[in-house]
């Protein structure tokens, strides 16, 4: 194995493997029902729907020594918003069959198509096709939740799923289709699948694409005429696998690339595929083609990528943001340093999927270590400038979800719903801010009756 070219020397400090389960990335303990929060400030009247966010919250013991972050079993949290005010907060386990086991509950409906879709999807949720859907990547089946986040039962898209699916659906708004890349561990050890889902919830397109060592592939992007395959060197590691830990690592000896698949083809013949630097990330912001025929595509990148950290993501190195453009002609990335700040988690206004953007919106950091989100960041990639929202004194964010104003123009009219973690009460707000006045006062403040934990994604789902 070649050796590792790589400083890992500016990861968060997690050499006490109980980081992943301390401070804020602890799980709580049981689900609550809170009506009628107490709200700082003004809900906007036109927000009538729900937030809701996902991450991971394990039940019962687990060992600090292995247990990885992105393992915990699924718990969701939502808000209800309708008519100024905040209905109710509720957070709940999802019943995959790993919990409904651990919880002693009757085993859910639906087909699991893998070991690993036993557990519960514990990554995204969000809405699509007038139902919601808890999801994660790697091989489980979609989950379908009630509007009160009960768990209803495993849906493979009506049957039309033939494999997993993945926490980061991309959202067409020119088409309403949803464009996915997944993988399915242990099934598809050769090829990651790219799969699109029409406004009915059904697949209209599988399409199987070739790779090597079964890479960890998070995330996807969309333009107007490619889907975008991101082939980095973390992947599948056997000696993990075998020790019933989570299986992928950092590989120095896979080849970083992107993919850009032609969203018309009906196989991966011509993909094309693109050199690529070597680092991993989750998350793109967001990317489209400019007017030579590139791919722009922001993105959230690690030097490194469970390397030496073997139980989270932030112990080798901390994301910061960066500009690849990928050329097909010459099938290379350029890439341009953005902030060497941490930048996680981001996120844009919807209406610009695939097309150019103005804005993204990340969560920060405020230290190093173990509590490691802090302000809230809009990038102006149009200025060159990055505005910040300090959430104040212990108070950190997590993903900003953007909810575009009804009858907006400008691409950051829209509110921003953030969960704020106040570290010296140990509680959680919803914090509502006004993107286009990022810096000005909280638009509302929602006090939630306990604390979200660190976890991974949601969405406003309107009623
Ligand atoms: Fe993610």
């Known amino acids: 194995m070649s050796t590792i070219d790589k400083d890992t020397t500016k990861g968060a400090d997690v050499s006490d493997t109980s980081v992943y389960l301390s401070n804020n990335y602890a799980p709580v303990a049981d689900e609550i029902t809170v009506n009628d929060l107490n709200v700082i400030g003004a809900i906007p009247e036109e ?11 394990p039940i019962g013991e687990v060992d600090p020594a292995t247990h990885h972050w992105f393992t915990g079993n699924a ?23 790993r919990e409904a086991e651990a919880l002693g509950e009757p085993m859910p409906t639906g087909p699991v198509h893998t070991e690993f879709g036993a557990a519960g999807p514990n990554t995204s949720i ?27 039962g495993y849906d493979d898209f009506s049957g039309t799923l033939p494999n997993g699916f993945s926490a980061h659906p991309k959202y067409d708004p020119a088409s309403g289709e949803l464009h996915a890349v997944c993988y399915t561990w242990p099934d598809l050890m050769d090829h990651v699948q790219y799969v699109v889902v029409g406004r009915d919830g059904k697949v209209t397109k599988v399409i199987d694409v070739p790779v090597d060592d ?9 333009t107007q005429n490619y889907a975008l395959v991101y082939d980095l060197p973390v992947t599948v590691d056997i000696d993990l696998a075998m020790q019933e830990r989570f299986p992928f690592r950092w590989n120095p000896d896979h080849p970083a690339r992107v993919g850009l698949l032609s969203r018309d083809a009906d196989n991966a013949d011509d993909i094309i595929w693109c050199d690529a630097p070597m680092n991993y990330l989750y998350h793109p912001l967001n990317a489209y083609e ?23 993501p932030l112990g080798d190195t901390t994301p910061v943001l960066d500009r690849w453009t990928i050329d097909p002609k010459t099938r290379t990335t350029n890439v341009e340093h953005v902030d060497e700040r941490l930048h996680e988690f981001p996120r844009h206004n919807p209406k610009v999927g695939g097309m150019k953007h103005r804005f993204g919106y990340t969560a920060g950091a405020t230290n190093g270590k173990a509590d490691l989100f802090g302000a809230t960041y809009k990038i102006d990639y149009d200025a060159g400038t990055i505005l910040e929202h300090d959430h104040g004194e212990g108070r950190g964010g997590a993903e900003p979800v953007f909810v575009a104003k009804e009858g907006g123009s400008a691409e950051d009219d829209g509110w921003l719903m953030v969960a704020v973690h106040d570290a010296t009460v140990d509680r959680s707000d919803l914090v509502i801010l006004d ?29």
């Open 75 to 97: 718990m969701v949290h939502g808000v209800r918003i309708r008519g100024g005010r905040a209905e109710w907060y509720r957070n709940r386990w999802v019943r995959g069959q």
């Open 126 to 152: 969000g809405g699509f096709a007038g139902e919601i859907w808890a999801l994660v990547e790697a091989g489980a089946v979609p989950m379908r939740m009630t509007p009160e986040l009960d768990t209803i």
């Open 214 to 222: 079964m890479p960890m592939i998070h995330d996807m992007s969309i």
């Open 290 to 312: 400019d007017e030579d025929g590139r791919v722009v595509v922001d993105v959230c990148s690690y030097d490194v990528m469970f390397h030496k950290d073997l139980n989270g």
């Open 435 to 463: 993107a286009a006045d990022f810096e000005g006062d909280e638009v509302a403040r929602i006090e939630l009756p306990r604390r979200v934990p660190h976890g991974f994604h949601g969405n406003w789902v309107r009623d």
């Open 47 to 57: 927000l009538d729907g729900r937030w809701l966010r996902n991450g991971p919250n």
